[in-house]
């Protein structure tokens, strides 16, 4: 038996761009389910509008397996999974290697290795991975970062393949979308100058982007790009 209103989870929402998705989605009428690593002052009111928090840190398997038995223990059903949690290190070190991985890669590998029954009760399923479009050309400030979004385009062509046809699997690549608050005047001009559309979209163009995703039946396996448009320059 299929669940019509099953909840929609998203990690790392307690702040930008997973907010903003959790704040539409619930406006969407959605149920919806999110984590976070640190309380933020935003989660209450998520939580005022029926959001069910999960504290997860993702930085082993061990902490990554026992966020996945939290989980089946609030849900028996799944919409879908956003994986938006991320660490951006401003200043990448070689030790950073491991948590960027176990991140970007081994948390969305193994919730969607162990959640995928879920998923599989809802009529309709989706995984979407939140990567970077970074990754289409690497980084030499941030290898580690690139190569562990780029893995994670791998395992969107990988799981489309495997959960095909009763889940869909994409991902959405953004360039630019918020700055952060630390970012000076010339870091800020010279990110807006590597796009064509040359501005700071904000948050709302990876909820568009997911939106299209979750309401359209004939993408997987599929990776949008949102970049204004820097592979032109
Ligand atoms: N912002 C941008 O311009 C761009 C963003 N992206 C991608 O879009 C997504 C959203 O970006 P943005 O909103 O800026 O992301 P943030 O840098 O704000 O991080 C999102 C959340 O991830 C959580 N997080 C970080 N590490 C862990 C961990 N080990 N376990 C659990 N949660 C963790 C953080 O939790 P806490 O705060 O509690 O520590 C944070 O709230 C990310 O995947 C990012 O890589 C890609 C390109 C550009
Ligand atoms: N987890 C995060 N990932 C990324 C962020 C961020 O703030 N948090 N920011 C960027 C930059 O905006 C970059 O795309 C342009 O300089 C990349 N990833």
Not at 4 to 21: D, F, K
Not at 58 to 66: N, T
Not at 91 to 111: G, K
Not at 155 to 179: D, E, H, Q, W, Y
Request: charged share 20%; glycine share 6%; proline share 5%.
């Amino acid at each position: 038996m299929s669940v019509s209103n099953a909840p929609i989870l998203i990690t790392g929402a307690g702040q930008r761009v997973g907010l903003h998705c959790a704040e539409r989605l619930l406006a969407d009428g959605h149920r919806l389910i999110v984590t976070y690593r640190h309380e933020k002052p935003a989660l209450a009111a998520l939580r005022e509008r029926g959001a069910l928090t999960l504290h997860a840190d993702f930085d082993s398997e061990a902490s990554i397996l026992a966020f996945i038995e939290q989980l089946q223990g609030h849900t028996d059903s799944l919409r879908a999974i956003v994986h938006n949690a991320s660490s951006w290190p401003a200043d990448e070190q070689a030790s950073d290697f491991q948590q960027l991985f176990t991140v970007h890669m081994l948390a969305p590998y193994l919730i969607n290795l162990h959640c995928a029954p879920l998923l599989e009760r809802s009529a309709e399923a989706d995984i979407v991975h939140i990567s970077d479009d970074v990754a289409r050309k690497g980084s030499a400030k941030r290898p580690a970062y690139c190569a562990s979004k780029a893995g994670l385009d791998s395992l969107t062509l990988s799981f489309a393949a495997r959960f095909a046809p009763t889940i869909k699997v994409n991902g959405i690549a953004p360039a630019l979308l918020m700055f952060n608050p630390e970012d000076d005047t010339e870091y800020r001009a010279k990110a807006l100058s590597k796009s064509a559309l040359g501005f700071e979209p904000g948050p709302q163009v990876i909820y568009q982007s997911l939106r299209y995703l979750l309401d359209t039946p004939y993408i997987t396996g599929t990776t949008l790009t949102v970049n204004g448009g820097r592979h032109l320059k």
